[in-house]
């Protein structure tokens, strides 16, 4: 009798088509981190020269950021930086929406700590997005 099971994701993005590593492959976590480090400190060095006595002022200024740098560009600063962009599963443009969207579930925290089994978080899983390598 044939084994009805789907067959195990051999790496992060092969059920979603995209190579094991080199441009197009899924950004692998330790990039991601520091990515995200990167757009951390930069919001924090605004935060602090202008907006130090305001609680919420981080949080909008990284959400600012996120959406400045994503719907235009394809990418945070720091996945600029390191060489990431967000595409679609299709490999498009991710629009307007979509960064929109991600940046919401990202300013939650905890979808970005969850992840599946291509290694997106589920900012990206309920967005409809993949960050991937460009370099």
Not at 8 to 20: F, H, I, S, T, V
Not at 80 to 95: C, D, F, Q, S, Y
Request: hydrophobic share 50%.
């Amino acid at each position: 009798m044939p084994n009805a099971s789907p067959p195990a994701n051999r790496w992060p993005g092969d059920r979603l088509g995209r190579p094991q590593s080199g441009v197009g492959s899924v950004a692998r976590p330790g990039r991601r981190i520091a990515a995200i480090a990167i757009d951390f400190a930069v919001c924090f060095l605004v935060y602090l020269a202008f907006f130090y006595e305001s609680s919420f002022a981080s949080l909008v200024i990284f959400v600012i950021e996120q959406l400045i740098f994503l719907i235009p560009f394809g990418g945070s600063l720091g996945h600029l930086i390191l060489g990431m962009r967000v595409v679609t599963l299709k490999n498009t443009w991710a629009g307007w929406w979509r960064p929109i969207l991600r940046t919401g579930l990202l300013a939650l925290f905890v979808p970005a700590l969850i992840w599946d089994a291509d290694q997106r978080g589920l900012h990206d899983v309920f967005s409809g997005t993949v960050l991937v390598n460009v370099r």
